[in-house]
């Protein structure tokens, strides 16, 4: 009996939380599962001999000898009947365990705490800088749809979608750096150098966020609570407070969850246009010099990254809308 | 119920296009206008270095200038869109055809073909499409058929999702009951039934589906683990030109409006929200 009163009483946000969760866990397996077979893959299919191919990575074209090639080929176990390997390879990959970059002779471990540090700090400021530009813009608009900046917001974010993350760092470090020389255009050390390839992100972000939040606003302010709310005489911002932020919060922040997949891809290519040191950048610099446990293990750690970014999504989504938690 | 939905009319296959789809549908014409006219009327060949004549003004026999190593601007943008268009085109259609195929299946059969592939599906979603096309990239660099076996993986989901979840309310529907009462086949089913429904929305889909395997193709090329030099791609063009921007800022400018006007061309002819 005392169980039924206490939930009546308390929110239940934690309701169907328990399976939101475990969802998300299962998507985690199945990236650690799909990058592991594909970069198993990708090395048993490269062209020609695998050992001589990777130790050309590691010590130049030209200094390639048989006892280097051997020397990879024991260390990654080529020798190996195939399936023996692809478990052993997942095994391994299950413990986290991610080997040595070809390349530099460090763990893949070490140098990805380095460069996620990074990532994940210039995919904050974007994220920021997205939510302080896109929502209120497109809420403003959604008060008074197909207003002048409703039209003007609209123009803007259709060429903001129709330009490539690069395109617009590109252009950014033309008028800010190149012509006007506010801001470094390229590298890393002080608050200065995340701006560009921060701004970059949101820019994209922000024109999606903006519509969303126009559309979600226009649908609010037309709906029969908000005009109850000024009818039992709210004002206009007591009732936008009250009853429209939170209800346009709710498709914003639940599509916040689509754009990680941009986000997400945006930090490889602005990351190598900014020469930003995180792990898109390193991503790149791997499949060029083919260093197969770097590939592995950035690869892994985006997706574990894109999978963590969407269960905060889910949770926050969870919070906001109790209606949610029944279904 | 109202009158449409109980007889299909011939109309729904090819929508009538809004003012913006029509702004689209129109760059678009041009862009392809660019694209094949140019080598057409032009003695233009995207490789032909010219090293006395680097980083030239437009001029009237070299309508868009010269690159850094004298070759025709014109050439290789022209050359360039073939080559977006082409890809575009080649994985929009073996992406849409098993996924509008398969979601079909999905969405009629339900049962262990629905879940398997269901589970394929999401399986494929798990990952963020350019990390998948980066990662099949990686293992035959600057190889075309990789590039569009990768993209063609991603987008091929996007349509069996979305027919799927209409293919289910459809089947369901009392006129396609009563035709299949009346003993029709599968396939007259489908056309008659499923496909007048479902096209408007594959082709707002297969829009927006050749702006992103452009817009992915470009991003590889430009990070160069995409296609490689020399061949004239939107992306690389872009990054070849990037040491020159101070001598040359028109040259520079050259790929990023091309590119601008491509994928703005098919998020218009696509027309709704990308929701």
Redo the contacts between chains.
Sequence with gaps: MSVTLASRTTPRWTAGLGSLLLQRLF?AG??AW??GT??F??TR???GDMAYRIAAGRYGHDMVNTSAAEAVRAELALDQPALGAYFGWLWDLLQLDLGRSLVSGEPVMTELWHQLGHSLGLAFLAVLLSLLLGPPLGLLAGLKPNGALDRVSEVAA??L???????VG??LI?IFS?TLGWLPAAGHGRFAHGILPALTLALALAA?SS??AR?AMSDVSQSAYYAFSRTKGLGERLSFLRHGLRNAAVPVIA?LGVQ??YL??GV??VE??FAWPGIGHA??HA??A?DVPM?QGT?LV??LM??ALNTVVDLLCHWLDPRRRSA | MNVSTLAPSRRLALPTLNGRQRLGAALLALLLAFAWLVPWLFDADPARQQLTRILQLPTLAEPLGTDHLGRSLLARLASAVRLSLGMALLSVASAAIPGVILGVMAGWRGGWLDRVLGSLA??CL???????V????????GNFWALYVGISLVLWIEYFRVVRARTRILVASPQLEASRLLGFGPLYLFRRHLWPELAPQVLTLAAFGA?SAI?AM??LG????GLRPPTAEL?LL?IEL?PY??EA?WA?AQP?VV???L??SL??LAGR???
Aim: positive net charge; proline residues 8%; glycine residues 4%.
């Design positions: 998507q199945l990236v799909m990058v594909l970069t893959v990708l299919s490269l062209p259709s060429v979608r129709a330009l490539p993350p690069f395109a590109l252009v033309l190149v999606i519509r969303v559309n599509y990680f997949v997400i891809e490889v290519v190598t246009l991503l790149v499949i060029v083919r590939i690869a985006m997706g894109f999978v | 999401d399986a798990a990952l963020p499409g350019l990390l998948l980066l990662l099949l990239v990686a293992i035959a660099p702006a817009l470009a991003a430009f990070v160069s683990v992306g872009m990037l921007y101070h800022p520079m990023i590119l601008f006007v994928v703005l998020n218009l929200d990308p929701r």
